[in-house]
T-cell receptor, first 113, second 110 residues
């Protein structure tokens, strides 16, 4: 079955610690995205990548970093510079040809302890 | 900058009712609009995608319409069921990414 796998499902971060969220897709999609969702709110774009070895900042990139070394993988690192990282993180992928339908993973819930 | 608004923010209806969820966007230069469903603590499931050249899409009891010129889309759910209880999100795609509305939280009571 084709899809997007996010891991872990739950993650706890101590103050001052960097953590990495995994996102893998086997849909052969070129583009991948990271979104953040806060309670009762819509999704906000953190970073996106349209091709391997290239990525762009979204609306709320500060305190986050990404890499895109393989087409299938787009890990997100939440750095200690992100002052309010507690949120639900969603990874998505899409084709780069219209109609650009998006597929989402099941999410990672990050909590600062 | 594209802004997407969904009204109402929350909706509670008895089972069997037909209902309409609204989505509006500020910039009509979009490639498509997508409706998603999100269950608590879960990811997003795509329900319907309407390309900019289309007026509506249907899937089972769901029908979504798009009026680009007025910046509006509606999601119509016929004969609602308790299993339809979830948050419904609309998102517009202007080429590189999706911009989401805040969602409508739907509760269908048996």
């Amino acid at each position: 079955d084709g899809g997007i796998t996010q891991s872990p499902k739950y993650l706890f971060r101590k103050e001052g610690q960097n953590v990495t969220l995994s996102c893998e897709q086997n849909l052969n999609h070129d583009a991948m995205y990271w979104y953040r969702q806060d309670p009762g709110q819509g999704l906000r774009l953190i970073y996106y990548s349209q091709i391997v070895n290239d990525f762009q900042k979204g609306d709320i990139a500060e305190g986050y970093s990404v890499s895109r070394e393989k087409k299938e993988s787009f890990p997100l690192t939440v750095t200690s510079a992100q002052k309010n990282p507690t949120a639900f993180y969603l990874c998505a992928s899409s084709t780069t040809a219209r109609p650009y339908g998006y597929t989402f993973g099941s999410g990672t819930r990050l909590t600062v302890v | 900058k594209q802004e997407v608004t969904q009204i109402p923010a929350a909706l509670s209806v008895p089972e069997g009712e037909n209902l309409v969820l609204n989505c509006s966007f500020t910039d009509s230069a979009i490639y498509n609009l997508q409706w998603f469903r999100q269950d608590p603590g879960k990811g997003l499931t795509s329900l319907l995608l309407i390309q900019s050249s289309q007026r509506e899409q249907t899937s089972g009891r769901l029908n979504a319409s798009l009026d680009k010129s007025s910046g509006r889309s509606t999601l119509y759910i016929a004969a609602s069921q308790p299993g339809d209880s979830a948050t419904y999100l609309c998102a517009v795609d202007a080429g590189n990414m999706l911009t989401f509305g805040g969602g409508t939280r739907l509760m269908v009571k048996p």
